[in-house]
């Protein structure tokens, strides 16, 4: 009996420091966001949007729970290809990342985490990875968050990703690039947008951060037989931007 009521008692304390589930109806919204109307997935990112500003100002625990569980949830989402969801769930991250721009470094590291292309995986769960990073990635882009980290940009908040978010964003797209010839164009398409955007924001001397990963000088080097067209097309580009 003592040994019940200590495993009892250290139940309950575990359970007790688990941070409680969003309501019901804040839950719902995640639903609507697989929806097949566009003006539904619309409506419930912005309800997203909505109600985690509300409860921003009032930082408590329940606040920040419901912010982790969020993002952690939009990445997953993203990756998922029922109905709607990419589309869905991609529009509410960048509606989040709008709102708070200072999650950036948590949305990349999840991105990372909840992405990555390990061997053991099938190839449609391989797939469905791939294209929810490229979804979240493009939403990192769309949000405008990536030139409001820039401007106040600061590195203690970066602890888990240290070489920051230009870096990591290249890095994650070009092993999508590497992974799937299938992904090389619309990678390099929201790499070049990416560019574009830091050369707009008076950032131009940190594109090389994003092409640290892209030994595009090598490519163009071979035969042209080898040549991947993507990869010219890529130097084109960036010769027209910078």
Same mark, same amino acid.
């Given at each position: 009996v003592t040994l019940e009521r200590h495993r009892l008692s250290r139940a309950t304390h575990v359970v007790c420091r688990v941070a409680p589930m969003p309501s019901a109806g804040f839950l719902q919204h995640f639903h609507d966001l697989a929806e097949a109307r566009e003006s539904v997935r619309c409506n419930a990112a912005l309800a997203i949007r909505r109600a985690l500003? #509300?409860?921003?100002?009032?930082?408590?625990?329940?606040?920040?729970?419901?912010?982790?569980?969020? $993002? /952690?949830? !939009?990445?997953?989402?993203a990756q998922s290809s029922r109905r709607c969801c990419r589309q869905g769930f991609s529009l509410a991250a #960048?509606?989040?990342?709008?709102?708070?721009?200072?999650?950036?470094?948590?949305?990349?590291?999840? $991105? /990372?985490? !909840?992405?990555?292309?390990?061997?053991g995986l099938k190839p449609h769960e391989q797939k469905e990875r791939m294209l929810g990073r490229l979804c979240v990635?493009?939403?990192?882009?769309?949000?405008?968050?990536?030139?409001?980290?820039?401007?106040?940009f600061d590195a203690s908040k970066w602890k888990l990703l240290p070489q920051g978010p230009i870096k990591e964003i290249g890095r994650s797209l070009h092993e999508l690039w590497a992974a799937r010839p299938y992904m090389r164009p619309p990678v390099v398409h929201l790499l070049v947008q990416i560019c574009r955007e830091l050369c707009m924001s008076s950032c131009s001397g940190r594109v090389p951060e994003a092409l640290e990963q892209w030994p595009v000088d090598k490519h163009l080097r071979?035969?042209?037989?080898?040549?991947?067209?993507?990869?010219?097309?890529?130097?084109?580009?960036?010769?027209?931007?910078?």
């Open positions: 500003v #509300a409860g921003s100002t009032n930082s408590t625990d329940a606040h920040v729970a419901e912010l982790e569980y969020t $993002v /952690r949830r !939009l990445i997953r989402g #960048a509606e989040l990342l709008d709102a708070f721009p200072q999650e950036l470094p948590r949305v990349l590291n999840l $991105v /990372r985490e !909840l992405s990555a292309l390990q061997s990635l493009t939403a990192v882009l769309h949000s405008g968050c990536l030139k409001r980290m820039l401007e106040n071979k035969e042209e037989k080898d040549l991947d067209v993507t990869i010219a097309y890529l130097a084109l580009e960036l010769r027209q931007t910078l």
